[in-house]
DNA sequence: GATGAATGAGAATTCATTCAT
DNA sequence: CATGAATGAATTCTCATTCAT
């Protein structure tokens, strides 16, 4: 084995595993866990279901996998807006523009998938009870505090304005075919305060 | 033989059944059609399976039944509201008080199960043809016309804005466990004319 | 309970009884013991499917009164030939036209049934044990060696005759529709001393 | 991968395939569609029953498979009399000896299970309405007109003697263990014309 | 690394049988 | 005696997972 050997090796490892990554977040977010046969998402990448296996130990573990990774984008992704420059009621409706685009609908069903379906394998819920919905609110209440402090934001509880909020947007992405997608405008009205 | 008996039957016959079809709604929305065991059904109803086929003649008659039920349900619904009395924006606000509430929630979720779930049966598809998610906005639209009329609806394309509220109410209802409902008000804020 | 109500007990349950057993004849003859069911029996009887289980302990116990009736029908009715006028090509004539018979199919179709259905009875296998196919050829032998003798009957042996005689007899009874059953004169050429 | 591998892949499939219709055919034969379990074949073709499926959708579709093999064969090995050389008689006499030769009996008993059990799926019932049993006679129709012409075959109707002939072959082969198969010379004289 | 044959646990469904009324 | 509600064992079929090649 030359190195030179190894990394081909390597680089054949990850451009399968990624293969499959990708592959498995459409099959999930379609059908749900237990609806997503192993065949399927071979199928989708286009490899035989036995090479799944070299890469992911089991369904529940490429399951879970999928989930960590989208937990860690979406917190990312909100905990991002932090370090953003313009007034708070800009930077979320930036962050509702960006939930609400196409692409990240997959990671959202993913993430419902993991909190509800009963097929959910221990690890990926135990990563939903480390990271549970909270968790989210919690990052948001800060931006929301500011904004209704800047008179951005309507008055009231802000834990419950970010619920709703959240709620939403998590409930939109969730529909999937057949029911239109608000744009972000739409949504903002929920939260901004009226003149 | 006598009649007491035949009534008793009638009345065993008229029990089992909608203990059966209380559990079923309960299992199918939370688990969907393929996540939703029969013996879970049986389990929830406290009977055995097989007694479960002695009143539905498969899983998919079961769900399809219960589809039906939801869908008319639901459309009835709607439109009861053009006989109330009231402003159009007073009557949609009590539809959406309406809709919110906690016992209509398996509802939505059966009627998001049967338009997404791939294990979704024949008939039940039907029924979704039959009734789809159009047929809810045609049947809101006229209402919210009559208050943008009286200029008590955001100005835009109507279908537009009855498409939005739809999708913002239906993905709310289907989110579940551990997310915040929002109360009326809040949503009622996606559609009013701003002072 | 008066003597004249017990008569009258008695006499409904030899009805019910007799109607069951014609309806289970029926049933088993077209469909074999796994192909029915206790409720299409009760349902060929005009009756309930409870109500069979007071006659009749259980599937196989009714199974296997049936094959013994027929057993014991089909012996007499050979045994019945002894006691004939007649030479003995004219008595087996008189059996083989007997035998083809529409009515007769039900009671060969049975016996078939038990002789070869995996799912036979401890007590219909017993019988079949006790009056195999054997015993029929054993009480027809005498007369088709009184044939031989009196130069009616082709030559060889006996047994093989009347082994090959009952073979097709029984082979004929046992297709059903959709087959043409052939008259006696056509079976009868396999067995007459050509002149 | 190699062309090798493909070869032995081919190999193993075809062996798979030729063990599983074998015991199949061994099973349907003695106990009918409905007396069949996916097991008894697994069992008898000595694989697991999940591998059953691999090579055959479901049950029905293993046995539609069955019937057309013996259905095809069986027409062939009619139709082939036609080439042979030799008196329509000899022909037929060979035909009869082929027929009850042991190894044909499946295919006689599948055939007539396809007829008559009630079990019977979809496929192969259509099977049996295009080929149904009039087929045979059809088939056999000439060359025993042939024979009539010739004096060898006795005086009648035709279709009435083939029709004869073939349900007393049918019925000799569908008997099973136990019942003597007389050889073709006794069914032969059936037909054949006396002198 | 890659394939697909092979296995077996699990789920839907059927039906003999029991039993309260 | 009669009914049909109720149960559970048995059967078909699916699919995650293993493993020889």
Redesign the interface.
Known sequence: MSPLREEQLDQIRDERKDQIVQAAIKVFA???I??TKMSMIAAEAGISHGLVYHYFKTKDDLFSMLIQGAVETSIASIEGLYGLPGSPLERIRLLTEHILSKENTPYFMLI?QA?????VPEKAGRLMKEY??QAYIDRLLPLFKEGQQAGEIADGDPE?IV??Y???L?????????????NAE??M??IVK??
Chains 1, 2, 3, 4 share one sequence.
């Open positions: 379609r059908r749900g237990i609806g419902y909190a509800h379906s009963d097929g549970p919905l419950e619920g709703n959240f709620s939403i998590s409930g939109i992405m969730v529909l999937g075919e057949g029911y239109r997608i608000p739409f949504v009205r929920t009226p003149k």
